[in-house]
Each structure stands twice: as C-alpha cells, then as structure tokens.
C-alpha cells in the first residue's frame, strides 16, 4: 500500500457526460501528479500540482482540468467525455520538488469507461 | 533535456534465467533514475532508485540496477526469474530545476515462461 488513495475504483459513464477523479496524496506530500494509461497511448503525463499551484503540464486536453485543495487532495474533471477517454487514471503524490531525491507513490488508479 | 529510452518493448526469458530490462537515458546533469513496475490493473510500484550514492542499487524482489554514467545507462537485473515478475516495467528519470519533473520510459513488459 502507496499510501496514495483513488476513488472511485471504478467509473462507467456514457459519451458528453463530466466526471471527477478524486486522489488524496500521502501524508506529507505536497505534489501531485495525473496519469492517463491507455493501450495504445501508453502511461501519458497529464498535469502535476505543488502546494495548491499548478506547475507542470503534460499531454492533457482542454476538456480536462484539475486541481489540489487546502488539504492538498487533488481532483481530475473529465467532460465532454469520448469513447477515447477510457483509460486507467493515475494519482501519484511526492513529497517535494526541490530535490532529486524525490520519489512518486502512485495510487491503484481509477478505471474509467465511457460507453 | 531529460529523456529516457526503454530499448525493448518485451522481453521474454524462461523461469529461473537471468532478466536484463535496458534503459537508456539522457540529462543535462547528473540524473536521478527509477524504476517501476506494474503488474496487470495494478498501480506503479517503486522497485528501486539511483540518487548519486552507490552506482549499483539493489531493489524489492531481487532486482539490482547499474548506474554507469559512460554508457548513460542504468539497466534493471536479476538473477533468477520468478513467475511473479510477469509484469511492464517502467524506467524514470527526474529533472531537478526548481520543480521535478518525472520522464517515464514507453515500458517494457516481462514475459516470464514456465
């Protein structure tokens, strides 16, 4: 166990619809990070957070967006959904970003389908 | 820039053999490398990592990897293949300028055969 938390586990919804991935980091750790992991595109960085602040972008489309809260748990909204969009979403936390010895801890994902 | 390349996409070795998963990289400066890996719908778990100490860093499960800095290299082993290992193992690197960022390798998946 990461120590990272996803919910939910599992999301099934239909094409256009909004959903929202939720990712509470480990104690201590002020970033996050969003992953997408598909068959055919593979693990694809998304957007990572610092302290609140948004401080790195990715591969992420302008459908999604996400954000960290006060209490450093972080939310992904997907809208407009496409069949496309099913993949494994992954959450991982670290503790800084001012050293190299940083290390991500990855949640166990949530699996979303669009039908 | 800071890249890093998974020479292979799959690799397949028999029970009992020695595994060699390759990775390649490329930084500016000195780099901090991961690995990881990932068994099948199951989230990325640290298998081990470099950080300018000791060039040969031993991990979970009997896996050990090689910093060389002259090949720009830091391959993953082991010695002795479990079925267990079945499983996409990721190379990382980290770039360190104020904010880390995190460069994955494209993966690559272990095949182990009984």
């Known amino acids: 166990d990461s120590g990272v938390t996803q919910t939910p586990k599992h999301l099934i919804t239909a094409t256009g619809q909004r959903v929202t991935l939720r990712c509470s980091p480990r104690?201590?750790?002020?970033?996050v990070y969003w992953y997408q992991q598909s068959l055919d595109q593979g693990l694809q960085f998304l957007i990572q957070?610092?302290?609140?602040?948004?401080?790195a972008k990715g591969n992420i489309l302008e459908r999604f967006s996400a954000q960290q809260f006060p209490d450093l748990h972080s939310e992904l909204n997907l809208s407009s959904l496409e069949l496309g969009d099913s993949a494994l979403y992954f959450c991982?936390?670290?503790?800084?970003?001012?050293?190299?010895?940083?290390?991500?801890?990855f949640g166990p994902g949530t699996r979303l389908t669009v039908l | 820039a800071q890249s890093v390349t998974q020479l292979d996409s799959h690799v397949s070795v028999s029970e009992g053999t020695p595994v060699l998963l390759r990775c390649n990289y490329s930084?500016?400066?000195?780099?901090?490398l991961f690995w990881y890996v990932q068994h099948p719908n199951k989230g990325l778990q640290l298998l081990l990592k470099?950080?300018?100490?000791?060039?040969l860093v031993k991990g979970i499960n009997g896996f050990e990897a090689e910093f060389k800095k002259s090949e720009t290299s830091f391959h993953l082993t082991k010695p002795s293949a479990h079925m267990s290992d079945a499983a996409e193992y990721f190379c990382?690197?980290?770039?360190?300028?104020?904010?880390?960022?995190?460069?994955f390798g494209t993966g690559t998946s272990l095949t182990v055969i009984p």
């Open positions: 470099y950080t300018s100490a000791a060039t």
């Open positions: 991982a936390s670290s503790v800084t970003i001012q050293r190299g010895t940083d290390t991500q801890y």
């Open positions: 957070y610092y302290n609140g602040e948004e401080r």
């Open positions: 990382v690197v980290i770039r360190v300028t104020g904010v880390n960022q995190f460069y």
């Open positions: 104690s201590g750790d002020l970033s």
């Open positions: 930084s500016s400066y000195s780099p901090s």
